[in-house]
């Protein structure tokens, strides 16, 4: 069916996006070593040149070639990663996308199978559901978690986001699948410095009034 495939896909896009980040992580963890050996070369370079020794002042020719030949290396890593950072955006503007086509058929379902949406109540069990993040979108500042409607989260429910058993934060549910939620982060509700990381927990707060 046409949701189905449009879950699929979503699915797909998520798991994509975490590989993109983690390639972003690799070229990052690249181009600061880069970026570190060429502040060492430079710095050679000028010890060199204050350096009246004519060996010393002979290898400045080659450690330049070197710095020109990193920085171009530099150049094409960033290159790469405004590259990951553009498909990282269009991947999470495709989630987005996908979780609201496959909402609307939903809904219409739900009615027809409810009679109406005042017969849906909140259930206390909700109270105990806990998963884990999945991915982390920083760009728009929302994460990916394992939890779906077939675990009773609904939209605009809060969620508390817990590191090694400690509350760091809170997030609202935006956008809800059979197996996968989208939350985003309220920005106040996290500590200076800290950011929410995938494997992260997260358990149910309760439906915002």
């Known amino acids: 069916s046409k949701v189905a495939e449009a879950e699929n896909r979503a699915a797909k896009?998520?798991?994509?996006?975490?590989?993109?980040?983690?390639?972003?992580?690799d070229l990052?963890?690249?181009?600061?070593?880069?970026?570190?050996?060429?502040?060492?070369?430079?710095?050679?370079?000028?010890?060199?040149?204050?350096?009246?020794?004519?060996?010393?002042?002979?290898s400045s020719p080659t450690e330049g070639a070197q710095t020109a030949e990193l920085q171009s290396q530099v150049d094409d890593l960033r290159r790469q990663l405004d590259s990951a950072e553009k498909e990282?955006?269009?991947?999470?503007?495709?989630?987005?996308?996908?979780?609201?086509?496959?909402?609307?058929?939903?809904?219409?379902?739900?009615?027809?199978?409810?009679?109406?949406?005042?017969?849906?109540?909140?259930?206390p069990h909700r109270a105990g559901v806990h998963g884990t993040v999945l991915a982390y979108n920083q760009a728009y500042n929302f994460v990916v978690l394992n939890l779906g409607a077939r675990n009773g989260v609904e939209t605009n429910s809060e969620m508390l986001v817990l590191r090694d058993g400690t509350l760091i934060g809170k997030i609202r549910i935006s956008s809800v699948e059979p197996a996968?939620?989208?939350?985003?982060?309220?920005?106040?509700?996290?500590?200076?410095?800290?950011?929410?990381?995938?494997?992260?927990?997260?358990?149910?707060?309760?439906?915002?009034?």
């Open 13 to 25: 896009a998520e798991a994509d996006l975490a590989q993109v980040q983690k390639e972003k992580a």
């Open 28 to 58: 990052q963890a690249k181009l600061d070593a880069n970026q570190q050996e060429i502040a060492s070369l430079q710095k050679a370079a000028v010890e060199a040149s204050k350096n009246a020794n004519p060996p010393v002042a002979g």
């Open 88 to 123: 990282k955006a269009l991947l999470a503007e495709k989630i987005h996308e996908t979780q609201e086509r496959t909402s609307q058929p939903k809904e219409t379902k739900k009615r027809r199978e409810t009679g109406g949406l005042q017969r849906e109540t909140v259930s």
């Open 180 to 209: 996968t939620a989208i939350g985003d982060i309220i920005t106040n509700s996290l500590a200076r410095g800290v950011q929410v990381q995938p494997g992260d927990n997260v358990i149910y707060a309760g439906t915002s009034p």
